[in-house]
């Protein structure tokens, strides 16, 4: 699937002009592509379907739909209704899950995305980060690539812990079990972050295809090819995937925001928003060991 486009969404203030570049690719091994994704200003989803488990391609897609039912386009939609889409998404995927002969096949997905959020009482316009799993979400300010996300795997748990690197984590026989995801249990815990909207953001969506094939020092090169416009980007992102194995899908989404303006909290947009709505579940915080890719200055 490709996708390039534009849009302009209206807000208090005037309009936001979001520009996206989408792309995913079923990879030079899988036979099958798993991955799905959702790219409409100002909705933008990755889902990555849980290869080995029955029916991953059409969990990744029902989430894509559930959030395409939820969430208005055209317009920021709310936190709630975000949460909303993500917990009728579990429901969603829990139903494919079938009984067989060997017992239950689990369909289970990845999500990960951001969406343009009205956070109300007075907080204005916000980018909701969340995600479930370890598809990513990166945050590009011409010069820094930060992941945004935290990976819910079983070598993240151990990275947060101390007892690995995250050299290491590359290499380690679990690096590819997940400890959360949609349509395991019955309840599903998201994590969720809201980054001010304002001036210039740049945002990377991707399944761990892109992930596990392309460092963030990479990436950010990549990004910093293109300090214009977004236009592109996702292709050359999945090209760089394929050209270095692409032993599973590949899916990216690169979001292009301007709001106007400038933001006036610098390097804090990144944090998370101290008075969330109660609705709003509460994030981990990210480990004291993560890093960023850059450019050099």
Known sequence: MTSDGSGVVPIPSGS?????SARTHVGNVRSVNED???AHAPVYVVADGMGGHARGDAASRAVVDTFTRHLDTGRPSTPEQVLDAIHSS???VRALSADGDEGTAVAGTTVAGVVLVD??????LHW???NVGDSRVYAWDGRRLDQVTVDHSAVQELVDAGLISSDDA?????RNVITRAIGADD????????IPAAGRQVFLICSDGLSKEVGDERIAQILAGHAMHAAGLAGELIEVALAAGARDNVTAVVVESDLGGESDDGGATRDRDAALPAEVEQTRPRGTGDQGGGVPA
Do not use: T
């Open 128 to 130: 909701m980060v969340f």
């Open 187 to 194: 309840v599903v815990e998201p994590d969720v972050w809201l």
């Open 119 to 124: 956070a109300g009482e007075g907080r204005g």
């Open 90 to 92: 579990n429901e969603v």
């Open 16 to 20: 936001a002009r979001i520009a996206h």
């Open 36 to 38: 799905a994704l959702l």
């Open 170 to 174: 590359e290499r380690h026989p679990d």
